[in-house]
């Protein structure tokens, strides 16, 4: 299993009429997670795609327990539960500064070879990465 932690701040901006940071600002966050995650990995999301290959979101679920708001520092903890084939898993927790648990979400998304847009296996070389944290 391979985790990694990327910290976003909510702006002001991303807030509601409530004060609650706006629920759709989560897939923005968790897009950042994602690309920090791989990055971590020492791999490059932009790298992939200048090499071919493109992820796009198959699935995506998220589940609220607490509302964050303006300029709270938001910790996205980002798993990989099982290695990629065609698809990558990732599981997200949400967690407030005081370390309360905001919300859990999932995605899918798939490799697509961008010349045929169709599904690929993953890069030899980033399941490689990842195996080692399994």
């Known amino acids: 299993m391979y985790k990694s932690k990327t910290k976003v701040r909510v702006r002001y901006s991303e807030t509601d009429m409530m004060g609650y940071c706006y629920y759709g600002n989560y897939a923005s966050y968790f897009e950042v997670a994602r690309v920090e995650a791989i990055r971590q990995l020492g791999f490059s999301y932009k790298q ?35 290695i990629p084939k065609v698809r990558i ?38 399941v490689q990465g990842l195996v080692k944290h399994f």
């Open 89 to 126: 898993h990732f599981e997200y927790k949400t967690f407030n500064a005081e370390g309360i648990l905001l919300n859990e979400a999932k995605t899918t998304l798939v490799f697509i070879n961008k010349t045929t847009m169709k599904p690929c296996a993953a890069p030899a070389d980033f």
């Open 48 to 82: 992939m795609e200048d090499d071919g290959i493109a992820l796009p979101v198959l699935e995506f679920s998220i589940k609220y327990f607490k509302p964050a708001f303006y300029d709270d520092e938001l910790t996205i903890e980002t798993t990989v539960v099982e």
